[in-house]
């Protein structure tokens, strides 16, 4: 099994500040490690630089006007929210970005790898087709998404873990009934969205399925989501394709997030996903990175988690130094796991409506 790694030295030059959660070091720590343990040096890795994104790719998913807005305010510097200010030089970072995510999917896609990783800056999933949020200017995976559909795929299943809603890719597809977009995300966090009741419209009714996890969730509630939702009505869908926005804020030392996930728990959820491609979809797996800011404690180990997953090394040995599990000790919550199976049951009795499973 080969493993495709996107990714372009350009990455490390994005940044709205110094101190800003999403700045160069969430990379950087990454390449470091993949340099210690010794991984871009193996056989089963292939690292692919990427290039930019088309404009016709982007106008796929984002309005005329928005990228016209976003290309001119890149020049000077602008600002979209509080959180998202446009730095000089933005625009062209993010079509590179969306240019990684593309070049992941054509990858797997033609078979030039089984699997792919594309650990692109800056994220996306909070990009809305008319407007940038959250850390994010453009929708890599939607972009990456849309371009498979116009290769020929008719089902793709976007499993968005990020511990934020991932309100922008739910809106560019909520229409949509050839995208299974499932996100499990922390309420109450930002966006504010992401509640079952979300669940698609017109022709995309039901094929939106939101999963709201409580604070301390851990990686037993992970599993249990697996078990009880994704597993069942993914299985039912059977897509052609599985993307994946591979948030790493869910860990236990994030700053912005407390779901208490650990970096094994990260790599058994994607060694489960590429046994479920491999049994549906010829194995055909995409992530792409999106959050996660604990730079040191948690982002080296959990990427270096998810590409030995998809690379089918051992993952028995992943985790963190032992100095940060006292963090782990508190973000745990013992009433998690309860509130968490009412939330399950609430999603069941929501899409009994669309999916067998669930009847």
């Not at 039901?206 to 969730?217: K, Y």
């Not at 897509?239 to 779901?259: K, M, N, R, V, Y």
Request: one cysteine or more; glycine letters at 8%; aromatic letters at 8%.
């Amino acid at each position: 099994m080969v493993t495709g790694i996107i990714f372009h030295p350009e990455y490390l030059e994005h940044e709205q500040s110094p101190t800003h959660p999403e700045r160069k070091e969430r990379l950087a720590y990454t390449i470091d490690q993949l340099k210690e343990e010794g991984i871009l040096d193996s056989p089963d890795i292939k690292l692919i630089i990427p290039e930019a994104a088309s404009l016709e790719d982007v106008l796929e998913v984002h309005t005329r006007e928005y990228v016209k807005f976003l290309r001119e305010e890149s020049k000077k510097g602008g600002l979209i929210d509080l959180d998202t200010n446009i730095p000089v030089g933005v625009f062209e970072r993010a079509l590179l970005a969306a240019g990684g995510a593309i070049r992941a999917g054509k990858a797997v896609l033609e078979g030039e790898v089984d699997n792919a990783f594309a650990m692109v800056r800056p994220p996306g999933h909070h990009a809305k087709s008319y407007i940038g949020a959250g850390f994010c200017y453009l929708n890599n995976i939607a972009i990456m998404v849309k371009w498979l559909l116009k290769k020929g795929l008719k089902r793709i299943l976007i499993l968005d873990w990020d511990a934020h809603h991932g309100d922008g890719t739910q809106e560019i597809f909520y229409r949509d009934n050839r995208v299974l977009f499932i996100s499990t995300h922390q309420v109450p966090l930002y966006p504010g969205t992401g509640y079952p009741h979300e669940c698609g419209e017109g022709e995309g009714l039901g094929f939106t399925v939101n999963i709201p996890l409580p604070p301390g969730t851990g990686d037993e509630g992970y599993k249990l989501v697996i078990d009880e939702i994704i597993e069942p009505i993914s299985l039912e869908f059977e897509p052609e394709f599985i993307a994946i926005s591979a948030g790493q804020d869910c860990h236990f030392t994030d700053q912005l997030t407390g779901l208490a996930l650990t970096a094994r728990g990260y790599a058994e959820m994607v060694r489960w996903c590429v046994n479920l491609a491999e049994e549906i979809c010829e194995g055909r797996v995409v992530a792409v990175l999106e959050g996660g800011y604990s730079v040191e404690a948690a982002l080296p180990y959990t990427n270096l988690g998810i590409i030995s997953a998809m690379a089918g090394f051992d993952i028995s040995a992943i985790r963190e130094p032992e100095t940060y599990l006292a963090e782990l000790i508190w973000r745990k919550k013992p009433a998690a796991i309860e509130k968490l199976k009412v939330n399950i049951e609430e999603v069941k009795r929501v899409h009994s409506r669309f999916w067998k499973c669930f009847r």
